[in-house]
């Protein structure tokens, strides 16, 4: 599989260009204070179901007077936001006219592993890649970027980040706003690092320039009426604890992949790389005011990017104490507060739609990462707690499959974070439901549909997630931190989902075996009896529906009818595989006992 690679700044490069960059950039923000501020730049929108993008290279004037080069998608920053419906049949052509390789993942979409856009699907200058797909997700906020291996931090720090929205007519017929960029409003939260060229620089620990919607100091125009804000922190490293001016409240409608059962009064909202919310503020009767969306950082506990502190204990080497957003509050977007319009929502509804998290009857596989130093790496450096990170002492490599399971297995998985600082944890494929975290019950913010979960420093969450609807023996999915610097420094891995054995991989079943199985369903027992005359042995094999064996064993043929004890199994649909005289006869039961 071939690796592509990418030039970026050698870090040390960076560490020390960037000091001078700082003070550069910290003129440039007081010249920026005394002017306007920007407009907010509402990414414009493509209507499925065919979206023809080109992911291309431009420039970008950020700050008055300056030409930083950018990538975009169909433009110069960023990309358009597609708006999608569940049930589309979705055909993307997207051209990548880089001089470089690239790919494009729809994050939070339920899609195979062909179309899921992961570091294999990888597009070559000028080629064109045409996923096709269905849209299964209900209604949500979900965004797309590139994931290629080590390339995802520099293709997404130069501005290759875009929304999706989807729709359903569930989340349609809710009396709350609809009106994209006016009521409805993409809020893609970042901050990059810009070097004393203004060039965008990979230096994580050195973003200082804080961005909406790829716009510097933000004002929007809200009609004083009852706001839907989409947020998304697509930041590569930084936390934001998002709250309103004055405190505020604020409704929390949507978690990750989709809408909450009912809405959520709050005042403080954290928002890690990758993860999005949707709320809802309420500005009526604000006509002539302002609000601001500000970051309370100083809230942050010390070891979440963002904090004063990320728990590196001394530093010395890196920058990050000399960042002067980490350990602030700051202001993202202000509001300027007008006229409603026509058609205004001024009420915030209470009941949502109706959740349905996954059981854990019937969980079927185990997990448990743990995100750590690396050992080997431990050895040499001392204060390691500053990585790399592995997953169980992992890192990811492209021909290598961490883990195989099967379709419509379902899983817990535990994630342990032995270091110091917190990870946003991430899989494609799927989304999950949250069953403790630290141990205790989930905090009612993170109760809904998720796919990217923070974890603290020395602390534990654990998920239910099932792989529902789609195999492929050979493309994976991917799990990692969202940390965009931990992932493409390899805290990732990947795993198949293959179709269960079922009737299909088992041997085909010969026809002049005739044996037959009662009762069917069977409780506590089941009994094999053959219509024909038996000869020699028997063997028997028992598998559950995944096509997992359960037991397998050799019986005398004169000991037909056979009586097969069942009570142990759980519920289900399974197969008896029966092979006599090199012949085999599968037979299909059901277990229903509980
Ligand atoms: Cu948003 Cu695997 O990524
Ligand atoms: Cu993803
Ligand atoms: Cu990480």
Redesign the pocket.
Known sequence: MSRFFYNSIPIEMAITSSRIGIALLLLLCSIQQLNAQNALVIPPVLNGPQFNLTVQSGTTAFYPNTTTPTYGVNGNLLAPTLIMHTGDQVNISLQNTLNVSTTM?W??LHVSPMNDGGPHSIIQPGATWNPQFQVMNAAGTFWYHPHGAGQTDPQVSKGLAGMIIVHDAAELALPIPHTYGVDDVPVIIQSKAFDVLQQIAIATEEDTALMVNGTIHPYYNAPSQVLRLRLLNGSSMRVYNIGFSNNKVFYQIATDAGLRDSTLQLTRLRLAP?ERSEVLIDLSGMNGQSLQLIAYNAELPNGFYGAAQVGYGTDTIMDYPHNFLNGQNFELLNFQIGAATSGAVYTIPTALVPLTPFTTTGVTNYRSMVLDTLRTLAAIVPTASMGPFGINQHTYDMDTINFVTTKNAKEIWTIYNKTLVAHPF?I?GMHFFLLERSGQAVPKQEQGKK?VVLVYPNDSVKFITQWLDFADDEMPY?YHCHMLHHEDDGMMGQFIVQNAIGIQQLPVSSTTLNFTLSPNPASNKITLSSKSSVNEMLELKLFDWMGQLKWSKLVQANQLPLTIPVENQANGIYLLQVNNQGATQLLKFTIQNK
């Open positions: 993942h994050h939070g990758g991430h494609h796919d991917m």
